[in-house]
């Protein structure tokens, strides 16, 4: 063999060797591969890159998904924020709706015009979304702000306090939905949203309205808007009468998909049905009678109602007899009032849309250990026995399944013994086709966890959401979207939260892993193609507001390339001619000195803070002398100080305050108390108006929160 033969052949051997031993990932043959190039976001599975969802324009005001609301596509998001931006006519704040196109995601204000030009003055008065249909061209929107001049409802001290309830399409005039018979109302009733259907052509509501001259109920009630017609009390006996006690929190009330089937408890549990509830001359509530016996139930929890109306979930705490079995736990025919019973000593957790798969849970092996059980198709397992729980027991909110029933996640405090929790609330999965049961946001080695995990975001924002049942496991059951506080893959290396998709038995890091605010998971699409995350790090070049948190979507052959510059001129260069404008402008703009219109161009970096919702709880404990913490993240180290003001008598007076000082970046409470004079004079009043305003040093304004605490007159 010649010399060149010889090193041809060796030079081809190195270069098959050096072939071989390159990563799997070395080259990137994703079609939006320049996208992922430029974000360095090649570590993303599925050729997922990051699109920046809220705009950077946002004054500075980190945002929060609503409910949330998110197309089943993922291709639009409904946020809200503590700022005014994109068209906004408050600066106080609101809810946005952005859109994906062709070009990048385009936010704007979205219930602007429901406002008719008046400027909210504190947060907790500005108009909400609470429905939203597939496309986002409809929404029910609750405001204390009237869109009518019939609604003229207002406090002694003439402030509109009273929220209504608005269907609004964009560009027509809301509708009132909750007007009452006759006008002008003049009532101070609040109205709250319970159910809507798909199409919100059917809503249900709770409130206190007056449906005709004639008929009044001194006591909140359940109504049905449909189909345009006035209201159509749901909550009534045999007899049309309406109801003593239908609860407004935490009231558990379930309707078919069309609305014409609805379940519900008075006051006490009583669990009622109402049908053919579209037909107002069909329409009738009943107490039912189940089973062979005809018990009713005088103490139930509702659990949910299949999408045809015709199975509904419900543990009665007054057992039922189904032939021999006492049981709790039943599933019950609508139609017939036929009932199918578990196994005694069982309490029901949760179950898929259909009711094909149960969660149930039980102590009869050990009364401190609690064994957890899935029915499927009349069969029922025991997959695991848990620990004494650190916290509480399963959050019901977030009970997810896949679209056919086989995956279930959920969060937990207990210990299952499927691996090192730490004691702390973690993610677990179970597939009822494999028997597979796992902690999956647990260390795969097998070391203990440092932080929780949870199937919505921990500790960065927040979440305004309440329904996680959808979202966090894709409709295949094989993604699962979590956020952990344990660094579960090695790129994970900041020590904070972090949003993780689990695939098919792989975990797959969705932020940097490096930025020391961390990232949370926040909802996802329907397939799991488009998750949306937090982050408050620039994951790609159009986010350049250096550390106010975002909500972006990582989506699968997603991603828009960002304009390059142009490369700098070095020789024979003449810049464009400068027009009249530039000619006349003053000259502090061009002076010497730093940040000059010639100095390299960087990022803009502001100081800004936000301040969490005041729930409430928290308007509860102060009510009672209480204390109770706000929330405050600061983009930057600093003071922050929050102070409570009140108008008692003729004075305007501090009952509360509070200071605390950050080295960095984060979150932190500052928690307050209500002062004795300000406490008696809640009990001398029976309310008190106050206001809430937090302050940072050095971020420039502050932000305010007007709201009355209620206490009961002595």
Excluded at 78 to 90: C, D, P, Q
Excluded at 268 to 291: C, F, K, N, V
Aim: charged share 20%; aromatic share 6%.
């Amino acid at each position: 063999m010649t010399l060149v033969k010889t090193l041809a052949a060796t030079a081809g051997a190195v270069a098959a060797l050096a072939g071989a031993a390159a990563p799997a990932h070395a080259v990137d043959d994703c079609p939006n591969a320049a996208v992922r190039a430029q974000q360095n976001s090649t570590r993303l599975p599925d050729c997922r890159a990051y699109e920046l969802v809220s705009p950077v324009d946002k004054g500075g005001q980190m945002v929060r998904l609503a409910r949330p609301f998110v197309m089943p596509d993922g291709n639009g998001a409904l946020f809200r924020t503590n700022g005014g931006f994109a068209g906004a006519i408050s600066n106080v704040g609101g809810d946005y709706v952005s859109k994906r196109t062709a070009g990048g995601w385009e936010t704007k204000a979205f219930i602007s015009p429901l406002i008719g030009g008046r400027r909210i003055g504190t947060l907790n008065d500005a108009p909400k979304v609470v429905a939203l249909n597939a496309d986002f061209t409809d929404a029910i929107i609750s405001s204390s702000y009237p869109a009518d001049p019939d609604d003229q409802g207002r406090t002694a001290q003439g402030e509109y306090q009273s929220a209504d309830l608005f269907r609004w399409r964009p560009g027509t005039d809301p509708i009132w939905l909750t007007r009452p018979v006759p006008v002008p109302d003049v009532s101070f009733s609040a109205s709250s949203l319970v159910w809507a259907s798909a199409d919100l052509d059917r809503v249900v509501v709770h409130g206190q309205r007056i449906l005709s001259p004639e008929v009044t109920s001194e006591s909140p009630q359940l109504y049905l808007y449909a189909d345009g017609r006035p209201a159509d009390l749901i909550s009534e006996d045999e007899d049309g009468v309406p109801l003593a006690d239908v609860p407004s929190f935490n009231a558990r009330v379930f309707a078919s998909a069309d609305g014409s089937t609805i379940a519900f408890t008075e006051g006490g549990g009583m669990l009622r049905l109402r049908r053919d509830a579209a037909d107002p001359a069909r329409a009738r509530t009943l107490r039912p009678s189940w089973g062979s016996e005809r018990t009713t139930c005088d103490s139930a929890n509702l659990f949910g109602l299949t999408a045809d109306g015709g199975n509904i979930l419900f543990q009665c705490f007054n057992p039922l007899r189904v032939g021999d079995e006492v049981s709790t736990v039943y599933v019950g025919d609508t139609r017939t009032l036929a009932i199918r019973a578990f196994p005694s000593g069982m309490a029901t957790l949760g179950a898929s849309s259909d009711f094909a798969t149960v969660v149930l849970s039980s102590r009869a092996a050990d009364p401190i250990r609690r064994t957890l059980h899935v029915s499927r198709d009349s069969e029922i397992r025991a997959i695991a026995t848990g620990a004494p729980a650190n916290g509480p027991d399963l959050d019901l909110r977030q009970l997810a399944f896949s679209a056919d029933g086989d995956r279930l996640v959920f969060n937990s405090y207990d210990d299952f013994g499927v691996a090192a929790s730490g004691g702390l609330r973690q993610v677990y999965s179970y597939a009822w086709s494999t028997g597979e049961f796992s902690c999956i946001s647990c260390p795969a080695d097998g070391s203990t966890a440092t932080g929780e995990g949870s199937i919505s975001s921990v500790g960065l924002v927040n979440d305004d959401i309440n329904d996680l049942r959808r979202g966090s496991v894709s409709e295949d059951g094989r993604r699962i979207f979590f956020t952990s506080v344990s660094p579960l893959v090695a790129a994970d290396r900041n020590g904070k939260a972090d949003a993780y998709m689990w695939k098919d038995g792989e975990l797959h890091l969705l932020g940097s892993g490096t930025d020391d605010a961390g990232t949370g998971f926040a909802y996802a699409s329907a397939d799991g193609s488009t998750a949306f995350i937090y982050a408050a790090e620039s994951l790609a070049p159009q986010d350049i507001d250096n550390g106010v948190v975002d909500v972006y979507a990582v989506r699968v052959g997603g991603g828009f390339l960002a304009p390059r510059q142009p490369e700098p001129c070095t020789t024979g260069c003449q810049g464009p001619p400068r027009s009249l404008e530039s000619l006349q402008t003053p000259g502090t703009v061009t002076f010497t000195g730093p940040a000059d219109a010639d100095d390299p161009q960087q990022p803009q970096v502001v100081k800004v803070f936000s301040v969490g919702g005041i729930g409430t709880r928290t308007r509860a404990s102060w009510a009672r002398g209480r204390r109770a913490a706000i929330g405050v993240r600061l983009s930057h180290g600093g003071t922050a100080k929050a102070v409570l003001r009140a108008r008692i008598g003729r004075r305007t007076v501090v009952v509360g305050s509070a200071t605390r000082t950050a080295a960095g970046g984060g979150s932190m409470s500052l928690p307050l108390k209500l002062s004795r004079q300000a406490r008696a004079a809640l009990r001398r009043q029976g309310s008190l108006r106050v206001t809430l305003r937090v302050t940072v040093a050095g971020a420039g304004g502050g932000q305010t929160a007007t709201f009355t605490l209620k206490g009961a007159r002595r």
